[in-house]
């Protein structure tokens, strides 16, 4: 079973910048699979924030673009997301994903809050 320990979630003033790290604990899933950071509004459905594969190609919402950079440590077998311009409908709980790959399921983190507010 592979396990997500998520990091870095708080409260922030808008225009401020926070950065979420997502370690995984299997190097060999971690060089493998592509991982993600979804995020969840209160009252709203959970939406993709920023997807990164293992050769590095990433994909982001239209309403991050330019603001938010994913990326990934080897290192520490860990995904960053980079947030930055940070405004309050930025505002939700922040879930690592973890695509499914052979045996392993999708799997997710249990999630860390960011609080967008003067």
């Known amino acids: 079973q592979v396990q997500l320990m998520e990091s870095g979630g708080g409260l922030v003033q808008p225009g401020g910048s926070l950065t979420l790290s997502c370690a995984i604990s299997s190097t060999r899933i971690f060089m493998v699979t592509t991982m993600a950071w979804y995020r969840q509004a209160p009252g709203k459905q959970r939406e993709l924030v920023a997807r990164?594969?293992?050769?590095?190609?990433?994909v982001y919402a239209d309403s991050v673009k330019g603001r938010f950079t994913i990326s990934r440590d080897n290192a520490k077998k860990a995904v960053n997301l980079q947030m930055s311009s940070l405004r309050p409908d930025d505002t939700g709980l922040y879930s690592c994903?973890?695509?499914?790959?052979?045996?392993?399921?999708?799997?997710w983190g249990q999630g860390t809050q960011v609080t967008v507010s003067s």
């Open positions: 994903f973890l695509d499914r790959y052979g045996n392993i399921p999708a799997t």
């Open positions: 990164i594969q293992s050769s590095g190609r990433t």
